[in-house]
């Protein structure tokens, strides 16, 4: 028999002592679970403060390297410190592609976002997009709607490296091969004049300006700088040369430079594209024939004929056949364009 104390109770057994220990009242189980609720919403609220404060530094990473779009009044963007990749600025603005262009932001809206640099007293000047502009500030002008007076676009917080402003400028229309090699040779021309850019030669800044073309595209842009260095304001169509006209052109000049003040005075009278195309041609046909023959000292043959390897090669006045065992049409057009352009280095010394 189990002895009862004095208050009349039987005394605890360790097991109902092991037995109120593990259990829990609801007012222990309360406190626990809201503790572990606050443990979890504290370590949440770090997590989330990190990660804003994470995204925020790389928002203001992407302002400050132009990689933000925004809108800004079309007032507030200048043109006067970048001299524009197009020849004939005017002609562009009132082509049928611009409006088309037009037609295509009045019905969807302003697509891609220009690029502007800040410049002074809350202006922007521009980088790339000069068409785009010019689209919306010729809607604005001829409907006076609010949503043609403002440009989406991404802005740099300084102009930065001068020549590079000249790469970016050209980048998008050398892409969409949208320039001729007039305009490509001008960018050239200008970033030489530009006083922020290395001190180089025109020449010598088409392989940084275009440094992602092939070497051939280049070589031709190089020949229209030289077209356009010598033959100045009195090539008045210069957009409307071709390549291998204007690289004729070019190599003529080389050839006999005393012949470009006759050309120049003879370009000044054309009144139109077919005249100075035929202006042109008469000049590359009269030169070429003239300096076919002084060359090797006077010395000139009616026709060579040789076999190099698996290679016949046969020249007459001013036609080389190549004829091969091999289909020519089993190589891509870019080894061609390589092959011949090392063929006129070597023969005519460039």
Known sequence: MVKRNKFGFEPLSDEDVRRAQRDAGPMSVAVRETAATLNESTAELVRKRRQNAE???KYRDAVSEGRVAEMIRIDKIRLDDLPRDRIDLDAVAQSETMEELKASIRSRGQKEPIEVWRA???TFQLKKGWRRLTALRQLFEETGDERFAEVSARVAATDGDRLGLFIDMVEENVIREDLTFAELAWVAIAASRDAGVV?????????????????????YIRA?????????????????VSRDLGVEVARRIKEAPESADGLREALRR???VA?????????VSRVGAGAQGTRRGGQRRDKYEFTLGGLKVTAKGRECRLLARQDFGQFDRERLEAAAQAFQNVLYGE
């Open 55 to 57: 995204e925020a530094q």
């Open 199 to 219: 001190d180089l030669a025109p020449e010598q800044l088409v392989g940084r300006i275009y440094a992602s073309l092939h070497k051939v595209k280049q070589s």
């Open 224 to 240: 229209f700088v030289s077209v356009l260095m010598r033959l100045g304001e009195d090539l008045k169509f210069p957009k409307a």
């Open 275 to 283: 005249e100075q195309d035929g202006v042109l041609r008469g000049f």
């Open 120 to 122: 002074e007293e809350g």
């Open 270 to 272: 054309c009144r139109d």
